[in-house]
């Protein structure tokens, strides 16, 4: 398994970014989106990231169970980008799921996965702002930050995007 | 036309570095105030930069028109420091302007300025944070975002600006 | 004196860096706490935190007087992980004192340290995020920005943490 992990703030490039990465493989391209769109503005987002990416992608639309698509459709033929895991998050913490069990769940699922699995995580950095002042928006950032940081220890590269622009942090 | 682009958070010390590589050039340093004085605490902080600065900057005041004060003041003589962006993108969102058609003429008055002409912009980063609850704060940031990334992509130098330690992103 | 400064967003894994730098220096591991427990939320950060870095460090709880313990406990043997400034900056403004004057002392009292002294300083970047909209919280980034640019221009090294990845910004 190559497993990469791109990190950016909101309108980085960090998206981008990714495709860019996943078109390099050569692969077939799937991405993997875990919104859940909930009105007109996110409607709205979902369009234009479809739009700016192009009609050669697979689409699998999968807000909760990333475990399970990523070991249904890794293969050796395929590089998977999974968009996004603050989204994932998000939508966990609405199910009321136990988002550390499922975060571990995706890393230790990842280890498994077979040696020519390609898979690419975007991932909004949400940790560097003034404390939220709501319990639920702490909750989020400190999952954001421990998902963050179990995957990047077990990613081969770790990117983080500023203004359209990479730097490698691993 | 040289074009530098110096980001950072709140107090990283951005403008300072900023001024710091316009004197460096050894042209007569231009001062372009974006801000637009609302309160007492905007006046209090526009007030502490100009003492920071020195006086030996030619200070223009432009809220709006940024890309009619580039192509007014920009000569092989000079160096222009735009602070900041993020102002400028606050004051165009007061205004109801079109902030993307404002955006993109930016970028593309850049390119057609002099060849010896040389601007530097600071710019706020805004978008590492929690998502904000107001649409309004959500919008600014991804205008933010979109203008950062479509600069970049234009300049010459990029920067991040951390607790006064410059990184070089380009 | 050595002094290190780890900056990095909430769950960075800021502090687990700057435990193991402490580590390294093969010295009596001092942890200075700068929290003040409000309640329980905080008191379960503490504990979680107590038990991530073990038993053997020597325990100073400080939330205001900074640099009457570093000028107590500094010396050739010790090194002092103080843990962290952004906490100890709320605990002065909730005690309205002068952030400014108490942060300005800090980083002259360090330069009055022995010269075998050890220090790591660990604090929250908390301004790459929206202006927030309460005065407070913008007074309580702007201190956080001034001290770290402060400290960081003395300190003999200066990290960022994103996602458990050291950057070396000094």
Redesign the interface.
Known sequence: MTAV?V?G?????KSQYSERLVAETGRRKVYLATSEIWDD?MADRVAKHRIQRGDDWDLIEEPLDLTGVLEKHCDAKSSILVDCLTLWLTNLMMAEKDVNEASADVVSSLLRLPKEAHVCFVS?????????AD?M??D???H???L??S???VCDE?W?V????P?K??
């Open positions: 992990l990190l703030g909101a309108r980085s490039g503005e909004n950095e949400v940790g560097q702002g003034i404390v939220p319990k928006s702490r989020f950032r400190d954001a930050g421990r963050h940081q995957l990047a220890a770790v983080f500023t203004a359209g622009l730097q942090l691993k």
